[in-house]
């Protein structure tokens, strides 16, 4: 649910003609939200043992990424 509500406030407007400009604008987007990914993903098939390599390395940058975000980084001193 959350994907489709990011996929609908991302409305990129072509201003002037300049179909290429939005085109990389809506492509970062879609990058970024990690919508590109999980579209090509299943296009071929995955073994289970890089399976789950792949969840276990997002499992880690997620935590990683959450830490770096924090207000308050060092949170003892």
Excluded at 51 to 77: F, K, T, V
Aim: aromatic residues 8%; hydrophobic residues 30%.
């Amino acid at each position: 649910m959350a994907k489709h509500l990011k996929f609908i406030a991302s409305a990129v407007m072509v201003q002037e003609g300049n179909v290429e400009g939005a085109y990389r604008t809506l492509n970062r987007i879609l990058t970024m939200d990690g919508l590109l990914e999980d579209t090509k993903r299943p296009r071929y098939n995955e073994k289970p043992c890089r399976q789950q390599q792949r969840e276990s390395y997002e499992r880690c940058r997620q935590i990683y990424n959450i830490e770096l975000n924090r207000a308050d980084l060092w949170q003892g001193c």
